[in-house]
């Protein structure tokens, strides 16, 4: 069973920055594409950021600047640093990843971490 948990979530002000984890566990043979989404109250799920096996990235085009996504192939875990918060980045994020178990390729959901920007 592949699991998928992130953390770092929380209450912050606007200005601050964040930096939020996902680690996947279970029986992995390989991970693919790494990537966040976010979905703010009201909104549908939107995607964020993602990176490859090789580290190559790729972001939503708006405010792109402000997040960065990383990861540690070693430790099976997706990292998403955002910079200079604001109220509208409030939401709940998650993270998907594209891998390869015993079940086969699947894309696996984590239960997502809530972000709060407010003064």
């Known amino acids: 069973q592949v699991q998928l948990v992130e953390s770092g979530g929380g209450l912050v002000q606007p200005g601050e920055s964040l930096r939020l984890s996902c680690v996947a566990s279970?029986?992995?043979?390989?991970?693919?594409?790494m990537a966040w989404y976010r979905q703010i109250p009201g909104k549908e799920r939107e995607f964020v950021a993602a990176?490859?096996?090789?580290?190559?990235?790729n972001y939503d085009n708006t405010d792109q600047g402000r997040f960065t996504v990383s990861r540690d192939n070693a430790k099976n875990a997706l990292y998403l640093q955002i910079h200079t918060l604001k109220p509208e980045d409030t939401a709940v994020y998650y993270c998907k990843s594209l891998i390869l178990s015993t079940s086969g390729w699947m894309d696996y959901w984590g239960q997502g971490t809530q972000v709060s920007v407010s003064s």
């Open positions: 279970g029986n992995i043979s390989k991970i693919a594409v």
């Open positions: 990176v490859t096996w090789d580290g190559g990235t």
